[in-house]
């Protein structure tokens, strides 16, 4: 059973930059793609950014330009960098990995971004 481990988040004012890292239990090119996803209090779970093992990446339209999503196979891990931040990026961010048969998600890291 795979594991994700999120961390990295913390507080940070509007136009700042904050790195969140996905450390996996085991081999990243195990899971098909890897992304990002975040909720904010009373909202659903939103898509960021994914990274297939392929290396395509992907966006949400309210982030592009200022998030880069990587990976490091040495380590193991999937970072997301997050430049310009604004408050609305204010979130709980999670990790999640997908195979063909399992989807797993780590525990969650919180991000605030004050104004």
């Known amino acids: 059973q795979a594991q994700l481990v999120e961390s990295g988040g913390g507080l940070v004012q509007a136009g700042g930059s904050l790195r969140v890292s996905c450390a996996a239990s085991e081999s990243i090119f195990s899971f098909y793609v890897m992304g990002w996803y975040r909720q904010a209090p009373g909202k659903q779970r939103e898509l960021v950014a994914t990274i297939t093992s392929g290396g395509y990446t992907n966006y949400a339209d309210s982030v592009k330009g200022r998030f880069t999503i990587s990976r490091d196979s040495a380590k193991n891990t999937m970072d997301l960098q997050m430049n310009s931040l604004k408050p609305e990026d204010t979130a709980v961010y999670y990790c999640?990995?997908?195979?063909?048969?399992?989807?797993?998600w780590g525990q969650g890291t919180q991000v605030t971004v004050s104004s």
């Open positions: 999640n990995a997908r195979k063909t048969t399992q989807t797993y």
